[in-house]
RNA sequence: GGGAUCGUAGUUCAGUUGGUUAGAACGCCGGCCUGUCAAGCCGGAGGUCGAGGGUUCGAGUCCCUUCGGUCCCGCCA
């Protein structure tokens, strides 16, 4: 192999007359009969190299049975390329380089599917052959943004006092949360290690160890269903910090955001970034992560259908609508596809009536007097030519099928520019959710928020409505970040634990070392981890968290290039003393 | 656990109402070609129509089951 001088995406016109070495994969032939060009290509570009007949002196009819993605080594001489030889869309474009001699490092055979464009093949089969995915461009821009992600908070933080510790991954499984994946024992057999859901606990152990300020760049696991934006190995910022309250969080994860932004993107985001209670935020956009990027709030309309002769909604709990700008477009057919997405999300139906002349037609238009539409027209700021759509039920459905509606039509719309960022804080998220099925409260975050100060005694009186001192920080409708003040006193993680149901000897049992070490001096504290491959996703500008994992699983799980999870031998279990079940098929 | 959708040559796709020998482009193989940059031109090979079952004189096409990918609900912060 010839030592490589310089990669495929640096030489220039300053090079030309220089002999220099390259190595690289071959990215396509072009041959000529007594001329072939090539494209030589490596992480950092392209280069055109030239075989010529009259010049080159080795094997010219190996030369002609180059293919694509061979791993080639080549010396040559860099010299000017004519005026109409000149490719205006390559760096590199202006010059070429005239190959004396070449090595074949590596023959590739042919291939599973053409490298040029990630269309070529089905998800499938290029997760299969991941590496040969990831030569291509936009997939390494991906894992190079990530990679100066990692190199951004590090050096934030670390310039903070933050100090990076790393914590177990084999560890404890405890009762709240999603599903843990599980490590048997071989020593303890019967037993079980489970992977961190997040290092919660031992962050928060940390800040009792006295170290003041902590973060990780650490992989969780948690076993549930996948998503788009969701895996069940992912990275997260683990932060947390002590003698601290919500704005300290605040201005440092800010702090942080902005840096990361403004060093991967050359953007500045807003300071300070805004703030919406949930309360807020499920009213007016019928989500806990709003995107601010559109309009189109949620209005009440109860009122209004209250008064019509539209009796469907009177006994509904909520009656909401959104304007659509130029809605009055959609046909009968788009309304039926909105209507049927909004059923998704338990809602009846989809009420609507269209704006024209000042007045209402089509929909439910009919039930609406003259006055009570003069009315709405001037309440609801609506236009000609828009639409309204309503939604009448229990709340909850109201806002959450209003809310999926909103995005739906902001997406097919095409309300949303990926390079325009709009974070928000949301906060004073409830305590506890009420679970029918199991008939006790879970916690909305997680079993270790504090509640907020003034509503500790509501714990006692009306747990439901007790507000807690955990936030979210959210972009363009992404959750990327979410944390909380954690209870640093011991009496009230305990009556939290109660309140979950968990008995004390259970809470003790689960999450004693924790409730114990709250007892020798626990600093007030608190923290934040964000998704860090989401945050890697919205610099990228992907809607797919698949695009920045260098090797992602599949929505079922699976690794298809590994092929895991897979069998393993019997003597492997009879050493950890498991023994498979058979499946009930 | 549920819903939607996709699966045809190495790859991306087309394939009518069920009807004879399942097509195209790219890739691959062979040939021509000294200025291309998705090179071009000529020729060739290449198919378990995801798998299994059924209906039918006849299934890529209709029905059932099943496997896999993707998106969503539930689940998960």
Known sequence: MYKRSHTCGQLRKTNVGVTINLNGWVNSVRLHGQVVFVDLRDRYGKTQIVFDADSFSGDFEAVKKLSMEDVLSIQGAVRDRSESAVNPNMVTGEIEVAVTDYIMLNEAAP??????????AEENLRLKYRYLELRMEELQKNILIRHETYQAVRSYLSGLEFVEIETPVLMKSTPEGARDYLVPSRIHQGKFYALPQSPQIYKQILMIANYDRYFQIVKCFRDEDLRADRQPEFTQIDIEMSFIDEEDIFVHMEGLTRHVFKSIRGIDLPDPFPRLTYADAMETYGSDKPDLRYGMQLQDVKDFTDASDFNVFKSAEKVKGIIIKGGAKYSRKNIDELTDFVKKYKAKGLAWMKWEKGTFIGGISKFFSENLQKAMFEKLSGNDGDILFMIGDDSSIVLNALGHLRVEIAKREALTNKDDFKPVWVTE??????DKEADRFIAMHHPFTAPRESDIEMLD???????????????????????SIRIHSPKVQEKVFSLLGLSREEAVEKFGFLVEALTYGAPPHGGIAFGFDR?????AGTENIRDVIAFPKTTSATSLMDESPNNVSANQLDELGIQIKKSKK
């Open 111 to 120: 291939l599973p599917f053409v490298l040029s464009d990630r269309d070529n």
């Open 535 to 539: 945050l890697v996703m919205l610099l």
């Open 429 to 434: 998220f409830p305590m506890f959710e009420y």
């Open 461 to 483: 009186s009306d747990p439901s409505n007790t507000l807690s001192r955990g936030y979210d920080l959210t972009l363009n409708g992404y959750e990327i970040a979410g944390g």
